[in-house]
């Protein structure tokens, strides 16, 4: 029996995500990695001085240096080749850079390993919510998307369960952390072997012209291949009049230079990289990396700190799972000004306790403590539920088809190069200012909703090709505006099944345009058809 097409579309979904496996796999293992004895010895890095921090903090972060490179160059190859084919090259890469990591021989060979497995996870984190974005259904185009964050926080929870119980079974030999790099290969191989039984995104298909490829695609996708489905029709009108509209802008605007020189594409642009740059300095990637270093702070073991990272990430999972569950019901706007505000208040709290009980006390008050790492763990919960999943969500929402690879991977690669200076900047920052340095964090978060709620509309619902008229209609300074035209999440999907189609074509209105007629059976007449 053929799956109902918004449960098929949602597995196509969950296939893509992973290669966010790999990401949240690697963020997390580097954790373990980077204390193990024989790691350190193998690459000549027990010491305590700033050359060895230099080291450590450049291992940990040339990962997502390499991920910063590789997201140009895969959106060339996503939009000329096929979204498919991008996510097949990218997964081999990431294959690559992970076997060079797991046979190390000297830290350079290390470092090389990683900045090789960055390339992969660049372009696999980028294609997935692309992917994702352009086969969803709108009314499920949250949910699908927000699938990238899932299943990061899946692979990050399996690498420090592979942390703990390595660390237990097999402290001080390689097999601690060569086995726990080797690992990562495993979510790669149904992406490498596998992909290609996947169906193409359907917005590729016609910007390359290929309109009855895009046609079945779209009706195997949303209609179980009923290729006279209204839904379908309605949403091949709006496709061909967005990719008219992409060709005509790029004729005018150029290429890349779009992105600069196009006003409202350059809006778009500047909402993705604040966006992605805000993550970046809610602190998480500093707990990720370094979680040990910061619980030494109040006289944790390494053996503990693995175990309380463990425990965070079970937090995370289940903020994961209430982003897929509800991303679309409330909407973006909502979920990131609260979940921002409040890992703002966890790192107040947390830095207050740094700041009352330093480790010379930390002994002594051992609910402080544990305060702080219940801090840790809400924290996980608040940036898993409505930071981390829309970070991938809206900047593919917002750009048109014929820019969205493009735009996606400026966007992406601001997320990369603010995690890189993160992981560089954060082992020399622990070591020299303490718990001052959690003070940014702690201000960042009330600032980033503050951003949020002033530049950010509200996205929920929405078609991709109304997207374009949909910003054009909202001022810089979106506050009041915004609310004033959100729409629920099912509301296009069911006017698109009537025929009614939101794509700008109606003399450059934005609202109802009659399109299909009274042949195709159950679709009614429109507003307009009616008079």
């Known amino acids: 029996m053929a799956l109902p097409p918004k449960v098929y579309t949602f597995l196509c979904g969950c296939f893509a995500a992973f290669g966010s496996f790999t990401f949240g796999y690697d963020l997390g293992v580097i954790a373990g990695v980077l204390t193990a004895p024989d790691f350190l010895r193998v690459t000549n890095l027990q010491g305590t001085d700033n050359e060895t921090s230099n080291y450590l903090g450049f291992i940990a972060s040339s990962m997502v240096l390499g991920a910063f490179c590789a997201c140009v160059p895969t959106s060339l190859i996503a939009d000329k080749l096929s979204r498919r084919t991008a996510i097949v090259n990218s997964a081999a890469i990431f294959t690559f850079g992970a076997i060079l990591q797991a046979a190390a021989q000297n830290r350079e060979m290390m470092m090389a390993g990683r900045f090789i497995t960055g390339l992969g996870i660049g372009g696999l984190t980028m294609l997935a919510p692309l992917y994702q974005s352009e086969i969803a259904h709108p009314s499920m185009r949250g949910s699908l998307t927000t699938l990238q964050q899932l299943f990061l926080g899946i692979g990050a929870f399996i690498a420090s369960l592979s942390n703990y119980g390595l660390l237990i079974h097999h402290l001080d030999t390689p097999f601690q952390w060569r086995f726990a790099l080797a690992l990562q290969i495993a979510p790669a191989i149904p992406l490498l072997t596998c992909m290609f ?9 016609m910007l390359k012209g290929r309109r009855e490829d895009a046609h079945r695609t779209l009706a195997r996708l949303h209609a179980s291949d009923q290729l006279e489905h209204p839904f379908v029709l309605a949403q091949m009108i709006e496709l061909e009049a967005a990719v008219q509209r992409d060709t005509e802008a790029e004729r005018v605007h150029g290429g890349w230079m779009s992105l600069i020189n196009n006003r409202q594409t350059f809006r778009k642009v500047l909402l993705g990289v604040i966006l992605q740059f805000s993550v970046q300095m ?29 425990i965070a990430n079970v937090f995370a999972l289940v903020g994961e799972i209430c982003a897929v569950l509800f991303v679309d019901q409330v909407g973006r706007r909502t979920p990131l000004i609260g979940c921002n505000i409040g890992s703002g208040i966890t790192f107040v709290i947390g830095t207050a306790l740094m700041a009352i009980y330093p480790a010379t006390n930390a002994n002594n008050n051992k609910s402080a403590a544990y305060a702080f790492v219940v801090m840790t763990w809400l924290f996980q919960w608040f940036f898993s539920f409505g930071i981390g999943p829309l970070s991938w969500t809206y900047p593919v929402e917002i750009f048109s088809t014929g820019m ?23 082992p020399i920052a622990f070591k020299n200012v303490g718990w001052r340095y959690y003070l940014l964090f702690a201000i960042c978060g009330f600032t980033n909703a503050l951003t949020v ?48 189609v939101h794509d700008g074509i109606g003399e450059g209105t934005y609202g109802e345009v009659p399109t299909l007629k009274r042949k195709q059976g159950d679709v009614e007449n429109t507003p307009d058809e009616k008079k």
């Open 197 to 205: 039984l996947l169906p193409e995104s359907p917005r590729w298909y």
């Open 282 to 310: 809610t602190g998480v990637s500093a707990i990720q990396y370094f979680s040990p270093t910061i619980f030494k702070v109040f006289g944790f073991s390494v053996r503990r700190s693995l175990l309380f990272n463990s």
């Open 404 to 426: 969205r690879a493009r735009g996606t991977a400026v966007t992406t690669m601001s997320s990369y190069i603010s995690n890189f200076m993160i992981g560089q900047v954060s």
């Open 453 to 500: 709620y002033l530049l950010f509309p509200e996205t929920k619902g929405r078609t991709l090709e109304e997207m374009d008229l949909y910003m054009e209609q909202m001022p810089w300074i979106v506050v009041g505006t915004s609310k004033a035209l959100e729409i629920s999440a099912k509301e296009r999907e069911v006017q698109l099944k009537r025929g009614i």
